[in-house]
C-alpha cells in the first residue's frame, strides 16, 4: 500500500500555510489529525490564525444544528478574505459533504473550494495542485487508503486509532450512515502497527474509535495469534452472533508496554460475553461508556435501536456482576418523536437501575435527511424537553456525588493532562477527572493518587509514591 506521506514530502515550491478548524466528536478530530499530517507532508506548515494561511480546512459536523451554523458563519469569513488573498484555498469535509445527497447544503458555503466527505481525504494533494499548480514542484499520483495515512498527533502520549468507519445500523435519529457512508472495517494487522508504533512513541493511552466499535470483524482474521482465547473457531451462525471486538482487545493487551485502553462507542446489541470478559484483560481502563438513548421499549424501537430496556438492564447488571467496580457512562436523547411523559419516566427508571457514573445528555433535534425527520413529527415542546433534560441532569448529578464519595481514602492511578499553579489533573481509569500537587514533568505519566476529597465533578487527593 502507497503511504503518501512518503510520496508527497517536500512537494511544494514554497512554504504554504494551513489551518485546520474541526467540529464534533473525536472520530472528527482524529480525521483532522490525518488531514493536518497529509498537510504536512506536502511540507505545509500548521498555523493557528486562520487569517494566516494560504489553506483553510473546515471539518464539519452535522449531529448537531450549530456546528453547521458555525461553518457558515467561517464562510463569510472566507469571502470577505478572498478579496485580499485570491489565492487562498477553503476546503470543507467531515459530516456536511457527507450527507449532502442533494447539494444543498453545498449551496450554503458558496466560497468552498473544495467540498468532499472525509472517506476522500487521500485525494487531497491532487485537488490542491489541480486547484493551485504552481504551489508544487510534483505531480502526485496514486493515494492510498483513508486509514494509511498517519495522524499528526498533538499529543504524543494520547492516541486515537481508527478502527472502522461508517454505520450500518441507521438509528432513525442519526445522520452519521449518510454522512460517513457504510461500515468498513480496517484490517487488525494495520491496527495492530498503528497501535505498536504509537507506543513505541510513549503513547499511554490508546482510544479505539469506529461508530459501533464492538461491531468490529477483521477482514483479515488469519492475523490473530492462534492462541487467541477470544477467538474461538466458530460457526456459521455463531460468527454472526459474535463480533471480533473482544478478540481485538486481548491482542492489543498483549503489546508490551505501560498504556491503557479507551473505546468508543460501542452498541450494546453487539456486547457478547467475549467482550466482557475482554473488560477485565490488565491494560482495559475501568470504565465502560454504553449508549441507551432511551429507556422505553415503543420509544428504542422507533428509535430503531435494537435492543430492549429488559436486555439493556440485564446486560448491565451482568457486566457489574463480572467486573465490580466498573464505571459505566451512557448517552441519552429526551423529547424525542412522541414520547410522552411515561415514557420518559421510563428512562428516568432505567437510569435509577444502572445508576450510571456519568451521562451525556441529548435534547432532540431533528437533522434532515434521516428517517426520524421523515417519518415523525418532532412532536414535543422545547420546554418540555428542557424541563426532562433538568430532571436526568439532577438525577445523574445526585449520583456522580454518592459514586465519587466512594473514592476516598481509595487509591486511583491519574494519566496527567495539565500542570497548573502547582496543581496537576488528569483522568482516572474509571475517568473520573482527578486533582493533585505536583510538577510538569507528570504531565503524559501515570501517577498513583490517594484521594481526600470528592466532589460532584472533581476528585482531589496526594500523590502515593510506589
Ligand atoms: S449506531 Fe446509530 S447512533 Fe451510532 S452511528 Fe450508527 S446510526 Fe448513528
Known amino acids: 500500500m502507497l503511504n503518501p506521506l512518503k510520496t508527497f514530502k517536500m512537494a511544494l515550491n514554497m512554504t504554504k500555510k494551513y489551518h485546520i478548524v474541526t467540529f464534533g466528536c473525536q472520530m472528527n478530530k482524529n480525521d483532522s489529525e490525518r488531514a493536518g499530517a497529509l498537510l504536512t507532508s506536502l511540507g505545509m506548515k500548521e498555523t493557528t490564525v486562520l487569517e494566516k494561511a494560504d489553506l483553510v480546512l473546515v471539518n464539519t459536523c452535522s449531529v448537531r444544528q450549530m456546528a453547521e451554523d458555525r461553518t457558515s458563519g467561517i464562510n463569510r469569513k472566507i469571502l470577505k478574505l478572498k478579496n485580499q488573498k485570491p489565492e487562498l484555498v477553503f476546503a470543507v469535509t467531515g459530516c456536511m459533504p457527507g450527507r449532502d445527497q442533494d447539494g444543498r447544503l453545498r449551496k450554503k458555503i458558496p466560497s468552498a473550494d473544495l467540498f468532499f466527505p472525509i472517506i476522500d481525504l487521500p485525494r487531497l494533494p491532487v485537488w490542491l495542485r489541480e486547484l493551485r499548480p504552481g504551489w508544487f514542484k510534483i505531480n502526485f499520483e496514486e493515494v492510498g487508503e483513508y486509514w494509511n495515512i498517519d495522524p499528526k498527533r498533538d499529543l504524543d502520549y494520547k492516541a486515537s486509532i481508527t478502527i472502522q468507519i461508517g454505520c450500518n445500523n441507521f438509528c432513525s435519529y442519526c445522520v452519521v450512515p449518510y454522512a460517513r457512508g457504510r461500515e468498513k472495517n480496517r484490517p487488525i494487522k494495520e491496527i495492530l502497527v498503528e497501535i505498536k508504533k504509537a507506543v513505541k512513541n510513549g503513547t499511554k493511552e490508546i482510544t479505539l474509535l469506529g461508530q459501533v466499535v464492538n461491531n468490529y470483524r477483521a477482514p483479515d482474521p488469519e492475523n490473530y495469534n492462534k492462541k487467541n482465547p477470544f ?3 466458530l460457526s456459521k451462525t455463531e460468527k454472526l452472533k459474535y463480533s471480533d471486538f473482544g478478540a481485538l482487545l486481548w491482542e492489543i493487551n498483549n503489546i508490551p508496554g505501560d498504556f491503557r485502553i479507551f473505546y468508543t ?21 475501568n470504565y465502560l461508556h454504553l449508549p441507551v438513548q432511551a429507556g422505553d421499549d415503543e420509544i428504542l424501537k422507533k428509535m430503531n435501536r435494537k435492543y430492549t430496556r429488559e436486555e439493556f438492564i440485564n446486560l448491565v447488571k451482568k457486566i457489574r456482576a463480572e467486573v465490580p467496580g466498573i464505571a459505566i457512562g451512557t448517552d441519552i436523547i429526551v423529547g424525542f418523536c412522541s414520547e410522552n411523559k411515561k415514557q420518559f419516566e421510563q428512562t428516568v427508571d432505567l437510569y435509577k437501575q444502572c445508576d450510571f457514573d456519568i451521562a451525556y445528555l441529548a435534547m432532540y433535534s431533528q437533522r434532515s435527511g434521516t428517517v426520524a425527520a421523515k417519518i415523525y413529527k418532532d412532536d414535543v415542546e422545547i420546554t418540555e424537553k428542557k424541563r426532562r433534560w433538568r430532571v436526568l441532569q439532577d438525577l445523574m448529578e445526585e449520583i456522580v456525588l454518592r459514586k465519587n464519595q466512594k473514592y476516598l481514602g481509595q487509591t486511583v492511578e491519574v494519566l496527567v493532562d495539565e500542570f497548573k499553579d502547582g496543581v496537576c489533573t488528569g483522568n482516572s481509569n474509571e475517568m473520573k477527572m482527578v486533582q493533585f500537587l505536583g510538577n510538569k514533568k507528570m504531565i503524559g505519566q501515570f501517577v498513583k493518587v490517594k484521594i481526600n476529597f470528592a466532589e460532584k465533578w472533581i476528585l482531589k487527593g496526594e500523590r502515593i509514591l510506589d
Do not use: E, G, R, T
Not at 460475553?273 to 481502563?285: E, G, H, N, R, T
Open 231 to 233: 477467538y474461538p473457531p
Open 265 to 285: 462507542a460501542p452498541d450494546p446489541q453487539y456486547f457478547d460475553d467475549y467482550q466482557i470478559k475482554a473488560l477485565s484483560l490488565p491494560k482495559m481502563v
